[in-house]
């Protein structure tokens, strides 16, 4: 089975459509917002997005980095047939979006240096390492994955959330509030910078970067804003508080919404945090169920 096509669509989807809980989210903040200048920048955002669906146009010009997350049943298998479809999809994809050229071109020295300038084509970006999930997985969204379940979510990254994200220690002190206290600070510091508010920052918690980073990508995933957990909508109220607002102009809506989510611990003082504040378009994700 070829699915070069589907992926490729699921790759222009991420970028051109808006999911519905994120919508119902912002029309709520716009009938809430009493901040005429904040009001005002979120009825544009909702056009933007509303011009990005009926056009197929990229939400942003930042058109991402592609992540993949698969998500397997115990009786399905992943083959290095499917692996390269999902790379000649996602090349397809980013070609027909059309996305923004970000690959940079030569050898090791040369792309840290972007001496040898970038790859015209927007294909020639690669995708983040892939990852996987499975029944066994414990954290806030773990999922019940049925046997015969093969979901490939797609997730485009931008640059700005990512140059004002962090993973590092936090020491715990045996207080969960200190944890969330220490990554909201964290996500303030950032959106004062970030400039395309409103977010919906992401929060994984775990026991090495590593995991706390893919604990991270998987809320955006699966997070849904007509679902906030108590730790969610404490991260939410507490940003909603700086009056940083839409596009920093001030406001009740700095963010959306948010995604915590919290894996497996060790017998230790620290744990490993993982905060990124999405801009106001994203998270950019799509779904293909095979």
């Known amino acids: ?42 009825e544009q955002i909702l056009e933007n997005y509303q011009v990005a669906g009926k056009t197929n146009f990229p939400l942003c010009d930042d058109t991402g980095i592609p992540h993949v997350i698969i998500e397997i049943g115990e009786e399905r298998q992943i083959t ?19 996305a923004r050229p ?21 294909g020639m970006l690669k995708p983040a390492p892939i990852l996987i999930d499975n029944i066994n997985d414990e954290s806030t969204y773990k999922r019940e994955i049925s046997p015969d379940t093969l979901n490939i979510h797609f997730l485009l990254e931008g640059g700005g959330p990512e140059i004002r994200s962090k993973t590092y220690r936090v020491y715990h002190k045996r207080s969960m509030e200190n944890v969330i206290d220490t990554a909201c600070m964290w996500l303030e510091e950032s959106l004062k910078m970030l400039g395309c508010t409103p977010s919906i ?61 919290i894996g497996n611990q060790r017998a230790s003082g620290v744990r490993i945090v993982s905060v990124r504040p999405s801009c106001f378009v994203e998270p950019r994700v799509s779904t293909l169920r095979l």
């Open 201 to 261: 920052p992401a929060v994984g918690i775990g026991r090495t970067h590593y995991e706390a980073t893919s604990l991270l990508l998987k809320s955006i995933v699966y997070g849904n804003l007509d679902n906030q957990n108590s730790f969610e909508k404490y991260v939410t109220d507490k940003l909603n508080q700086t009056d940083i607002g839409p596009l920093g102009l001030g406001g009740k809506t700095t963010v959306l919404g948010s995604h915590v989510n």
């Open 80 to 98: 290095g047939e499917l692996i390269s479809q999902i790379h000649k999809g996602i090349e397809l994809g980013l070609n027909n979006l059309p």
């Open 1 to 42: 089975m070829d699915i070069t096509q589907q992926i490729s669509d699921s790759i222009i989807r991420a970028s051109t459509d808006l999911s519905d809980d994120k919508l119902k989210a912002l029309e709520r903040a716009i009938s809430a917002e009493d901040n005429d200048n904040a009001r005002w920048a979120l």
């Open 102 to 122: 970000m690959a940079v071109k030569g050898n090791e020295k040369e792309r840290i240096e972007q001496s040898e300038g970038l790859y015209e084509k927007p």
